[in-house]
């Protein structure tokens, strides 16, 4: 059997960083990794990203090297994408921060509002539907993150924890201040303001659950493929017909339904903010489909049906 | 918040090196050289203003009501420059654009026209000068590069009045920002409080003081961005003929 010699140059120096000899033919990016990685520790796997081109794309780690348009010396380049953190480890942190924080506001723990309130509850009885609500919103993405989701990467640049957790714990303090603050004022049309926004909340919440779950199915474990979803046999899922990522339309559901149920402004600039940027995410994956599949469906839309 | 506009736009970067980007279509080259012109003139007005408001008066006391108009309709309509950005005429950040110009809209309106206590402050006058020496010459950078005849003159106060200039248009901000907080506390200018329907609060004392926090971190970062663009742009004078 041929054996291939491989060598890796920094991408921006085009220093030869490494060179390895007697690599099988049938070896995985992956492996030439791991290689890589044993004579320079400090750039784990994870963080490599090699690439045939000093400014192209990344290799992924399943490409095999024979498969690749190199000769029998393979030139490839390594970029640092600096120190990486696992995904969960992410999800799991900044979910977390929220459920602790509303709660430690929905108790009303010292130094937040005036002493006289100190570990009071309010006489509101939507404050309390909506701290169900909330922390059941956040028990749910942990147990998805740590049941349900596939991951296709498995970390993410650890910058992205601090900004994350910034975000979401921030907003989550905010918000929890103002629902659980003495002089809360419930929403404007009562019983039934409540009553509609927690159908639309739970609705929504039992559809994003469905379309993870959808998605989940598509595939097989430890395996990273990509298919186009399709409604299943759950009528949560049928949305599939009209929108490429209906789990972001029924998450911005959730938030809007909270907003209604709170009747709280910095939920409602939290729910726009979180749409903005679903928005952009869906776009992003709504054209990947598009690329990847020249028989993705025409009908579908980003994030709301026909509009967007 | 900012004496001198930071050099983002890359028609500043783009005489230190070979120009390799396509600059925008011939009608929007038109109508910038228009608007860099047109702000150029209005900046000029506001500097003859002021001169003029000082020989009469004999003092530096309260200048800014000789030149408020022009002040509040030039500054305000720099805001086109976060559209030229978007549109993409402009080969600069967006973000960074719209921050740039939002901060001296705020100052200009939400702090000096809406709390007329520190309107007679001198450091108005502090801030205001810093703006007014700043604009003209970067309008009139952005007008001759537009041109493709920038003279080195204009390049090189462009990348060297911000030394003096944006320490002292920081200086004249914060003051006047000082000043305005006892007043604003006293009336609760733009302040919502609790009980409301909107489950809402907004102190505008507490946000003004943290707007005075945020310059810490801001202005030295943005001060030798301007630094460093200094070093690139005129480091290379030896190297390249002047460009007239």
């Given at each position: ?101 509303y709660?430690?506001f929905y ?14 509850t309010s006489k509101h009885w939507v404050v309390h539907l909506a701290c169900m609500c909330h922390s059941f919103h956040y028990?749910k ?30 907003f989550a303090?905010w918000m929890a201040y103002y629902i659980n603050h003495p002089l809360y004022t419930p929403p404007i049309y009562g019983e039934q303001q409540i009553r509609l926004a927690l159908i639309v909340f739970l609705f929504c919440q039992i559809g994003n ?40 339309t029924y998450e911005l559901g959730s938030w809007l339904g909270f907003t209604l149920m709170t009747q709280c402004l910095p939920v409602a600039f939290f729910t726009l903010v979180g749409f ?28 709301l049906?026909?509009?967007? | ?191 919502v409080?609790l009980p409301n329907k909107y489950n809402f609060s ?43």
């Open positions: 059997m041929k054996h291939y010699e491989v060598e890796i140059l920094d991408a921006k120096t085009k220093d030869k960083l490494c060179f390895l000899d007697k690599v099988e033919p049938n070896a995985t990016i992956g492996e030439i990794k791991s290689m890589f990685h044993k004579s320079h520790p400090q750039w784990y796997p994870a963080r490599q990203s090699i690439r045939l081109d000093p400014k192209g794309k990344s290799l992924k780690d399943e490409d095999v090297l024979q498969q690749l348009p190199v000769g029998t010396t393979a030139t490839f380049y390594f970029r640092d994408l600096g120190a990486q953190i696992s995904w969960v480890t992410v999800f799991l942190t900044e979910y977390t921060g929220p459920l602790v924080i709660l430690l108790f009303r723990v010292p130094f937040i509002y005036t002493p006289k309130y100190d570990f009071t028990v993405r942990l147990l998805e993150t740590l049941f349900v989701h596939r991951f296709s990467h498995g970390t993410m640049p650890l910058r992205n924890i601090f900004k994350n957790c910034t975000y979401y714990w921030g303090a659950f469905s379309i993870h779950i959808a998605l989940r199915n598509l595939r097989p474990p430890g395996s990273k493929t990509r298919k186009i979803p399709y409604p299943t046999k759950n009528p949560f899922t049928w949305i599939f017909l009209l929108v490429s990522c209906p789990n972001y903005i940027q679903m928005t952009v995410w869906a776009k992003g994956k709504h054209r990947s489909y598009l690329k990847e599949f020249r028989d993705y469906p025409p009908l579908r839309s980003p994030i049906p026909f509009v967007l | 918040m900012s004496a001198a506009a930071p050099g983002t736009s890359k028609a500043a970067h783009g005489e230190a090196g070979p120009k390799k980007k396509k600059g925008p279509g011939a009608l929007a080259t038109a109508y910038l050289v228009i608007y860099n012109v047109v702000m150029t003139a209005g900046w000029l007005v506001i500097a003859v203003g002021l001169v003029r408001a000082y020989l009469a008066r004999g003092s530096y006391h309260g200048l800014y009501y000789s030149i408020e108009k022009p002040l509040k309709f030039f500054q305000t309509g720099a805001v086109l420059e976060i559209l030229h950005c978007a549109v993409g005429i402009v080969p600069s950040s967006v973000v960074l654009t719209g921050f740039q110009v939002m901060s001296r809209v705020f100052l200009t309106w939400a702090v000096t026209h809406s709390v007329r206590e520190v309107q007679s402050e001198d450091s108005v006058l502090l801030f205001v000068t810093a703006w007014t020496i700043t604009e003209i010459i970067r309008y009139s950078f952005y007008t001759f590069s537009l041109l493709n005849h920038l003279p080195y003159l204009i390049k090189w106060a462009r990348y060297t009045f911000f030394i003096v200039l944006y320490p002292m248009g920081v200086t004249g901000e914060l003051l006047t920002i000082y000043a305005a907080l006892p007043y604003v506390q006293k009336t609760g200018l733009y302040s409080t907004f102190d505008y004392y507490t946000f003004l003081i943290l707007v005075m926090v945020s310059y810490i971190p801001l202005f030295p970062q943005l001060y030798f961005h301007m630094i460093r663009q200094r070093k690139k742009v005129l480091g290379h004078t030896e190297d390249y003929s002047k460009i007239e």
